[in-house]
C-alpha cells in the first residue's frame, strides 16, 4: 500500500506539471529569487476493497492442510479421517471474520471380519475478531461458533450403531483447535502490519522528487492512521484507510533526520472522509509567459478603427508589485505598448487569470496615455484570453493520462486501482521577481482493489 500513495502523489502533481501553455496550469520551478519551503497539513485516504474470492482461496489453503491432522479417535473405538467437503466461505464484517468450513467426516469401524465406513458432512462455523493495537500488532481470537451435521453418517451392524453426538463431540474437540490456529495464523501472516508499516516509514521518510528539472521536492510525514470498520458484500468487503500527514513542498532537496523511534499513532473510527487532500506549489515564470505570448501574438495585426499595428516583440515581467507586459509595435502607431496586470482568480469559473489594470504607450521614450482604440481594442482582449489558465480544463487531460499510466500499475501488483481527480482551487498567489506562485488544493479519490492477500507482498 506504501507505494499506491507515492504513485498517487506523482500522478495527480501532473494536474501543475504540464509545460506553460495557455490552457495549462504552470510548471513548479525552483525559485529565482530564493528557496521556498511550504508545509501543509495533508489528509489521504484510501478506499480499499477485498476481493472475497481470492480471500476465501487463501482460508481454503490453509484449512484443507489443518485438516490433515494426525487426530487420535482410538478411545472412541473407531477411525476418523477428515476433509474439505467443499471450499470454505468467507465474510468480513466491522473488525470480524466468519469462515464456514464444510468438513466431510469418514467413519471406519474395525471389525476382524471386516472394516465398515460411513461417511457424513459436518458444518463448522468460526468468528476470528481481529484488532490492531497502539504497536501495529494485529491480534486475532478466533473460536468455533457453532456446527451442526448436513449429512449424518450412518452404520448400523449387529451389536454396533453409530454413536452420532459422541462422533459430533470427537470431531469438534479433536480438530476445533487446529483449525482455530491455522486461522489465527492465516490472518496474522497476511497482515504482518508492523512490519510493513516500518518498510512504509522508511519510504515516508525521503523525499520524493516531482522533476529534476524543476528541482521541486516533495516530503509527507505521516502523523496518525485510521482504520475503518469492514463492510461486507456479495463479491467484496470495503474499508477505508484515513492518513493524517504534514506536506512540505520545497524547491531544494530537504534534509530529513533520524526516522523517528516509533510508528504513527492508530485508531479505529467510522469518522474517515471519502476524498485525498493535498497542495502544492504552482509556478508562472515570466520567462515561459514572454514565450507563450511572443508564440501566440508575434507577428499578428491588430485593426480596429481604420488604424492597425502589428506585435513586433513581446516580454513580461513579474515583481512583488505586478506584472508588466511590453510588446513592441509598429504601424499606425510605431513604440511599446506596456500593460500592467495583477493576477486574480475566479473561484466561481475556477480560472487563473492576469486582469489589465492599465495601458500607456512609450515613443521616444516618452510615456503617454494609451488611445483608446489600443488600450480598450482586441490587443487588450488577445492578451488577456491568453493569460487566463482555466483549471478545469486541465483535470480532464490530466485524468485520462492517469488512466492509461494506471493500466501498466494494476496489471504489475495485480490490483484495482482507481483514482478520481476532485476538486482543484487556487487557494493564494504570491508575486515574486520573475514568478508568479499559486498556492493549489488539489482533491481526488482513491480507490484499491485487492484480488488476494498474496498483493500485500508485492507492494
Known amino acids: 500500500m506504501r ?4 504513485y498517487v502523489l506523482s500522478l495527480v502533481f501532473a494536474i501543475g506539471c504540464s509545460s506553460s ?4 496550469l504552470p510548471v513548479p520551478r525552483a525559485s529565482i529569487s530564493d528557496t521556498m519551503v511550504k508545509t501543509y497539513a495533508t489528509d489521504l485516504v484510501i478506499h480499499y476493497k477485498l476481493y472475497k474470492g481470492g480471500i476465501t482461496d487463501t482460508f481454503n489453503r490453509t484449512i484443507s492442510e489443518a485438516l ?11 477411525e476418523v479421517a477428515l476433509a474439505k467437503a467443499g471450499n470454505a466461505t468467507v465474510e468480513l464484517q466491522g473488525k470480524s471474520v466468519l469462515v464456514i468450513v464444510p468438513v466431510a467426516v469418514q467413519v471406519i469401524k474395525k471389525t476382524f471380519l471386516t472394516d465398515f465406513r460411513a461417511k457424513g458432512i459436518m458444518e463448522m462455523s468460526f468468528v476470528s475478531d481481529v484488532d490492531v493495537d497502539s504497536l501495529w500488532q494485529v491480534k486475532t481470537k478466533t473460536r468455533l461458533s457453532a456446527h451442526k451435521w448436513t449429512e449424518k453418517p450412518t452404520l448400523t451392524m449387529a451389536g454396533f450403531s453409530m454413536p452420532i453426538e459422541t462422533i459430533s463431540d470427537a470431531v469438534v474437540a479433536r480438530s476445533k483447535g487446529n483449525i ?18 516500518w518498510e512504509t516509514m522508511k519510504i515516508f ?5 516531482l522533476d529534476t528539472a524543476m528541482n521541486a521536492w516533495l516530503l509527507i510525514k505521516p502523523e496518525r492512521f485510521i482504520l475503518n470498520r469492514i463492510t461486507n458484500g456479495r463479491q467484496f468487503a470495503t474499508g477505508k484507510i484515513g492518513i493524517k500527514a504534514k506536506s512540505t513542498f520545497t524547491t531544494y532537496k530537504p534534509t530529513v533526520g533520524a526516522l523517528a523511534a516509533g510508528l504513527p499513532k492508530v485508531s479505529w473510527s467510522e469518522g474517515v472522509g471519502d476524498s485525498s487532500v493535498f497542495r502544492l506549489v504552482a509556478d508562472i515564470r515570466s520567462a515561459e509567459l514572454t514565450t507563450s505570448l511572443q508564440s501566440a501574438l508575434g507577428g499578428k495585426t491588430f485593426q480596429s478603427d481604420g488604424k492597425n499595428v502589428t506585435v513586433k516583440r513581446v516580454t513580461t515581467e513579474f515583481t512583488p508589485q505586478g506584472m508588466t507586459i511590453s510588446a513592441q509595435v509598429s504601424g499606425s502607431f510605431t513604440g511599446i505598448v506596456i500593460i500592467h496586470g495583477m493576477p486574480k482568480y475566479d473561484s466561481e469559473k475556477n480560472i487563473l487569470h ?7 504607450v512609450k515613443t521616444k521614450n516618452v510615456l503617454h496615455r494609451a488611445a483608446a482604440w489600443l488600450g480598450e481594442g482586441k490587443i487588450r482582449s488577445e492578451m488577456e484570453k491568453q493569460m487566463r489558465f482555466p483549471i478545469d480544463e486541465k483535470l480532464v487531460e490530466a485524468q485520462q493520462s492517469i488512466n492509461a499510466r494506471l493500466l501498466e500499475f494494476n496489471k504489475k501488483y495485480d490490483l484495482d486501482m482507481v483514482i478520481g481527480l476532485g476538486k482543484t482551487t487556487v487557494e493564494s498567489f504570491e508575486m515574486r521577481d520573475g514568478q508568479l506562485l499559486a498556492f493549489v488544493r488539489c482533491a481526488f479519490y482513491l480507490g484499491v482493489g485487492i484480488r488476494d492477500f498474496r498483493s500485500f507482498g508485492k507492494m
Do not use: N, W
Not at 180 to 197: G, H, P, Y
Open 180 to 197: 482455530e490456529r491455522s486461522i489465527d495464523e492465516t490472518v496474522r501472516e497476511s497482515f504482518s502490519l508492523r512490519q510493513k508499516m
Open 68 to 78: 490433515k491432522g494426525p487426530f487420535d479417535f482410538s478411545s472412541y473405538g473407531i
Open 354 to 360: 492576469i486582469a489589465i489594470q492599465d495601458v500607456q
Open 205 to 209: 521518510h525521503q523525499p520524493m522528487v
Open 21 to 24: 501553455r495557455s490552457t495549462s
Open 3 to 6: 507505494l499506491c500513495i507515492f
